[in-house]
């Protein structure tokens, strides 16, 4: 098994930045591929950005690329999210994920985090 929890989530005015934090514990986390997903108020979650396990490649989102970075310290077992340049529309619940064998833009992920909320005004 493996826990994990997101935090940094918050409200931010449209241009400004956040650094999302997910903090996990359980079985070694460095061995996972990791993720983060987004859910805005009525819609699908979706894939945001993912790093494979040796952090060896990150993969993006059209909608992010170029203002948000996934990044890992494995040695503290936390995965990070900075977004920059938010917009509205990237206003959602955020969470993170774990996956055993590589990375999908689908949710098909082992572990989810519990989300935190991030919300940016116009």
């Known amino acids: 098994q493996v826990q994990l929890v997101e935090s940094g989530g918050g409200l931010v005015q449209a241009g400004g930045s956040l650094r999302l934090s997910c903090a996990a514990s359980?079985?070694?986390?460095?061995?996972?591929?990791m993720g983060w997903f987004r859910q805005p108020p009525g819609k699908e979650r979706e894939f945001v950005a993912g790093?494979?396990?040796?952090?060896?490649?990150?993969y993006y989102a059209d909608s992010v690329k170029g203002r948000f970075t996934i990044s890992r310290d494995n040695a503290k077992k936390t995965l990070y999210l900075q977004m920059n340049s938010l917009k509205p529309e990237d206003t959602a619940v955020y969470y993170c994920?774990?996956?055993?064998?590589?990375?999908?833009?689908?949710?098909?992920?082992?572990?989810w985090g519990q989300g935190t909320q991030v919300t940016v005004s116009s």
């Open positions: 994920a774990a996956r055993i064998f590589g990375v999908t833009t689908t949710t098909s992920w082992n572990y």
């Open positions: 359980g079985r070694t986390s460095s061995n996972f591929n």
């Open positions: 790093i494979r396990n040796g952090a060896t490649r990150e």
